[in-house]
């Protein structure tokens, strides 16, 4: 199971950190990955993480202001967002693979 938390309302320029609880595999081994969908958008690609976390990955579209992490001992994967702007708005997914579970709703406006 995946479950994504701490999403909300931010104004642009702000942060969130966004968190993905997982259980029922093996964390630790496994290379996870964030997505995000906005409103009458396709699915998009954000970040991937290794699965010891020395190596991430991102979309051009956040690099810079986005950071992926994990925390192996707790199950946990993690999205700092910094200078968050309004085309951010979107629910956003952690990935196992290809199993994903209830996103977290992500808003930036004024």
């Known amino acids: 199971q995946l479950q994504a938390s701490g999403g909300g309302l931010v104004q642009p320029g702000g942060s969130l950190r966004l968190s993905c609880a997982a259980s029922?595999?093996?964390?630790?081994?496994?290379?996870m990955r964030w997505f995000r969908q906005a409103p009458g958008k396709d699915l998009e690609w954000v970040s991937g993480i290794s699965r010891d976390g020395t190596t991430t990955l991102y979309a051009d579209s956040v690099k810079g202001r986005f950071t992926i992490s994990r925390d192996n001992a707790k199950s946990t994967l993690f999205l700092q967002m910094n200078s968050l702007k309004p085309e951010d708005t979107a629910v956003y997914y952690c990935y196992y693979l290809d199993s994903r579970g209830q996103g977290t709703q992500v808003t930036v406006s004024s």
């Open positions: 029922g595999f093996t964390f630790r081994r496994s290379y």
